[in-house]
């Protein structure tokens, strides 16, 4: 029997360890320095939103790691020594391991920013961030203000969260458009004016300069790089994340952003594996990016890992990119790749459909060549996984999606309301392509 030992109790960190205990009579200890028990990050907003309780993040009851004979350390791993397969915490207490999975997860981006360590200033990543917000931004009385720096999905999640308590707030953003190396045009022009119409002052094109700090060493006003200041209470740091493996630099463990890993998961040292937002796979696979700090990716590293770790060795195999997120309250999701226009090469085209009145829209990347369908962003319309999978797996082509958008939908019936405008602007555009590019491409899609 083996002992396995994981560094961090996160989605990736669990699914490992659950599916271990499925497979074999390992060992199992997880350490974290965080919580006692695994929760859900990605619910962390609702808890100050009240929409639930703290307790209400964790999927799984207490008992549950007793029972699966999974031990758990409440520590943060100081050292990790390869040659002795030995792990010292802070507390000065040693952990030996068989195998050893790092899963230890991202901290919040901080780039040297004049008073970022000021009281007030936070990021919004663990769950003692999420304490400190309570006690930084209880209520508008406390903070009259907030500004938020970064515009990505924590960055608007934050925002959400301190509108949710009426807090006033300011939301620097480095881009032109909100997460526009990420979405395309008309996309993220649509979120500026939903952040808009949440009353959020948001300032595009502008970047933090410095905090500046009260007599008691707290954050009092910010300074933009366009000579604005900004009085404060709070300043929240969502510029990104970075890979969370300071602890590991003297190991030994070949380390890039984060910790290096083969598509096996494995780490540069013997019986020492890597998996979840800490990984950096050697190369990217297919379109991904190398490191990953996303949910679903964790959970399926966890699952492949464990096949390789019960004597089946398992590739990780992520197949097509999906994710799915929400901004204030416009659900977004995307399947395959439909790349920002800073990002897209040349044969990458866009259709894009967006309705008149409500913020919902629709973009759908094809090969200008082939017609291949290269994946969908849909804001405000829910579409089924299994289906778009299928479609980017079968290769099909762009007039094969629009014909059977409607079988895609989670909800039929609120398509129909859509679809008619949505073939119609499809067809014109086709027309205008054509002319445009001058091709002699068939026209296959006429069912509308
Ligand atoms: C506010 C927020 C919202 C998000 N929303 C989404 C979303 O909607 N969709 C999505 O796909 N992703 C979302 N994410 C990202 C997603 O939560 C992460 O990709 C995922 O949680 C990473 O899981 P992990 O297991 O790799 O690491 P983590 O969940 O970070 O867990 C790592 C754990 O290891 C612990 N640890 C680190 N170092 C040590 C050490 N030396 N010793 C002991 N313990 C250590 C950490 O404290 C932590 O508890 C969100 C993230 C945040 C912060």
Redesign the pocket.
């Known amino acids: 029997m083996e002992h396995i030992v994981i560094?961090?109790?996160?989605?990736?960190?669990v699914t490992l360890a659950r599916h271990i205990r499925k497979l074999s009579d390992n060992k199992i200890t997880i350490?974290?320095?965080?919580?006692d028990y695994f929760f859900s990050?990605?619910a962390?907003?609702y808890v100050y939103m009240g929409h639930m309780k703290f307790e209400h993040t964790q999927p799984y009851e207490n008992w549950f790691w007793k029972k699966n004979r999974i031990d758990l350390v409440n520590?943060?791993?100081?050292k990790v020594a390869t040659d002795s397969k030995k792990l010292t915490l802070k507390d000065g207490s040693t952990i030996t391991y068989d195998k050893l999975v790092i899963?230890?997860?991202?901290k919040p981006n901080k780039f040297g920013w004049p008073g970022q360590d000021l009281k007030g200033v936070q990021g919004?990543?663990?769950k003692q961030d999420l304490e400190l917000l309570e006690k930084n931004a209880p209520n508008n009385e406390v903070c009259n203000r907030a500004v938020i720096v970064g515009g990505g999905?924590?960055g608007i999640?934050m925002a959400e969260m301190l509108r949710s308590r009426k807090i006033p707030v300011t939301f620097l953003v480095r881009e032109k458009s909100f997460w526009n190396g990420v979405l395309p045009e008309g996309e993220s022009a649509m979120i500026n004016e939903h952040i808009l119409e949440h009353h959020i002052d948001l300032r595009l094109d502008t970047n933090l300069k410095e905090i500046l700090s009260d007599e008691t060493g707290r954050a009092r006003a910010i300074v933009t790089d366009k000579g604005d200041t900004i009085e404060c209470n709070v300043v929240g740091l969502t510029a990104g994340v970075t890979p969370?493996i300071d602890?590991l630099k003297e190991s030994g463990i070949a380390l890039g952003r984060g910790v290096k890993v083969n598509r096996f998961l494995e780490t540069s040292a013997e019986d020492v594996y890597a998996?979840?937002?800490?990984a950096e796979q050697h190369e990217g696979i297919g379109s991904r990016r190398p490191i990953e700090?996303?949910?679903?990716t964790?959970r399926m590293m966890g699952e492949a890992l464990a096949q390789t770790l019960c004597d089946n060795p398992r590739k990780y195999n992520p197949g097509h990119w999906f994710?799915?997120?929400k901004f204030l309250d416009i659900e977004y999701q995307t399947y395959g790749w439909v790349f920002s226009e800073r990002s897209k090469e040349d044969h990458e085209y866009h259709f894009h459909w967006r309705h008149a009145k409500e913020k919902i829209c629709i973009t759908i990347a094809y090969h200008i060549d082939t017609m291949k369908f290269l994946g969908i962003n849909t804001f405000g319309i829910r579409m089924r996984h299994e289906i778009f999978d299928q479609w980017l797996t079968a290769n099909k082509d762009i007039d094969h999606v629009m014909t059977y958008l409607k079988d895609a939908n989670f909800d039929p019936e609120f398509y129909k309301l859509y679809e008619a405008e949505i073939v119609n602007k499809y067809n014109a555009d086709f027309k205008k392509n054509i002319r445009l590019e001058k091709k002699s491409w068939k026209r296959i899609f006429s069912k509308a």
């Open positions: 560094i961090g109790n996160g989605i990736s960190g350490i974290s320095a965080e919580s990050r990605t962390l907003m520590g943060f791993v100081e899963a230890t997860g991202s919004l990543y663990s999905l924590i999640e969370n602890f998996i979840g937002d800490c700090a996303v949910w679903y964790g994710n799915s997120a």
